[in-house]
């Protein structure tokens, strides 16, 4: 059994750092492989080095070329915005490299399936893949998997999931990389959509097969990133469109006969990360708010109703998943924590040569899944008007 493997890291923004941080958790509370923080690569020069020096990474590059064609590494993990996965995991994985990419796979259908073509060929050479959504491998969700696999909600009715932020409801906030579709692929449905979507699938064993979509801009232009402080209104030239959806709002009809409701948005004033699902089937449901992330409400519906009501399980005993590696019951885990799940798991299938979930091919349903949204979004058919309001001579009731 290896029992350590070299990373290398592709890309030093938030989720680089969040990755860094995981990496260099693994091996203390996991038992299995240990990683070695080998390489950063990043674009600039001058801030790769520094972030490599501050995050514990022992050599930096800006070359993602040459880092995956070294001999001596074995993982590649890609932490940069959606328009370089494709290339950098085709590469790696031609190269032999073992590859966790972050969600989404891809910013187009197109590169997922050539993203997962080069995955399943890699995989005949034992080079394993994995799509890093990793919010299925915080505690509380992972125990509504646990909960959903031992039959404890019966028949899947409804999966409802919305994730909730606000961090552009400022309309002089940049034009940042997540705003412009050509870097993000989409924008709150693709970047935190995908994670609410994948888990409406994962918390109800059940895929989905069509869905119903809108989507909105609620601010169209914005100051480019690093514009001048106090910009005129008529600073055209330090303003750009915002290329991609703000809000994004899905009915979802699942193979299994569920009906799921999904929202994602940016504009959710106090909403900061404030990821949310309830699962109700024929037996009982679960509830969990990330914004709660420790907590998982679960209603026993074999129970008599006079007794039962939503319970708040506190996910943190030595029985529950991965709980048991960290504190004693009551010390809560953090955003971090399920990053360090997500690659301990990736590290222990690599060493069993089994193939790490979730895969390059659930990667591509999901796009597929974006993709069908943005389609059905833009097809004006499908709405049915309500009509003009019913107006009322009432006082103060007229709209
Ligand atoms: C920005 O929306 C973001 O960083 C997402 O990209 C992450 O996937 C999510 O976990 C937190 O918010």
């Not at 938030?14 to 203390?28: D, I, K, L, N």
């Not at 069993?352 to 390059?360: A, H, K, L, T």
């Amino acid at each position: 059994m290896t029992d350590s493997y070299n990373v290398a890291m592709i890309g030093a923004g938030f989720m680089g750092a969040v990755h860094s941080q995981a990496w260099s958790s693994v091996a203390r509370f996991f038992p299995g492989p240990r990683p070695v923080l080998a390489v950063l690569g990043a674009r600039n020069p001058e801030s790769t080095r520094a972030a490599a020096d501050r995050l514990g990474w022992r050599e930096a590059s800006t070359d993602w070329r040459e880092i995956v064609a070294r001999d001596d590494i074995d993982v590649v993990d890609i932490a940069t915005p959606g328009d370089s996965h494709a290339e950098i995991a085709i590469a790696a994985l031609e190269a032999g490299k073992h590859v966790i990419c972050e969600k989404p796979l891809a910013n187009t259908v197109e590169e997922a399936e050539a993203m997962t073509a080069a995955a399943v060929a890699a995989r005949e050479r034992g080079v394993r893949s994995m799509v890093a959504f990793n919010y299925r491998r915080v505690p509380a969700v992972a125990l509504a998997r646990q909960y959903l696999e031992e039959g404890r909600l019966g028949e899947i009715r409804h999966v409802r999931a919305d994730y909730l932020q606000d961090w552009i409801a400022d309309p002089d906030f940049p034009l940042v990389w997540r705003l412009q579709k050509e870097r993000s692929g989409s924008g709150a449905l693709g970047d935190i959509g995908a994670h609410v979507l994948d888990l409406a699938e994962h918390l109800s064993g059940q895929s989905i097969a069509e869905v119903s979509g809108t989507v909105r801009t609620f601010v169209e232009r914005r100051p480019l990133a690093g514009a001048s402080e106090g910009l005129s209104a008529t600073a055209a030239e330090e303003y750009g469109e915002v290329t991609v959806d703000d809000a994004a709002a899905v009915h979802a009809r699942l193979n299994g006969g569920a009906m799921g409701t999904v929202e994602a948005t940016r504009f959710a004033t106090g909403r900061k990360n404030a990821m949310r699902i309830e699962v109700n089937g024929s037996l009982g449901s679960i509830a969990f708010d990330f914004e709660s992330m420790n907590e998982l409400l679960y209603y026993d519906g074999r129970i008599p109703a006079a007794d039962a009501g939503f319970r708040r399980i506190l996910v943190t005993e030595p029985d529950h998943p991965y709980a048991g590696a960290w504190w004693p019951p009551g010390h809560g885990l953090g955003y971090e924590h399920a990053f360090v799940h997500e690659f301990a798991d990736f590290l222990a299938a690599v060493a069993d040569g089994r193939d790490p979930e979730p895969s390059f091919e659930h990667g591509l349903h999901i796009q597929r899944i974006l993709d069908a949204v943005i389609r059905s979004a833009e097809d004006e058919s499908r709405w049915t008007s309500v009509g003009a309001p019913v107006l009322t001579t009432i006082e103060g009731d007229a709209r």
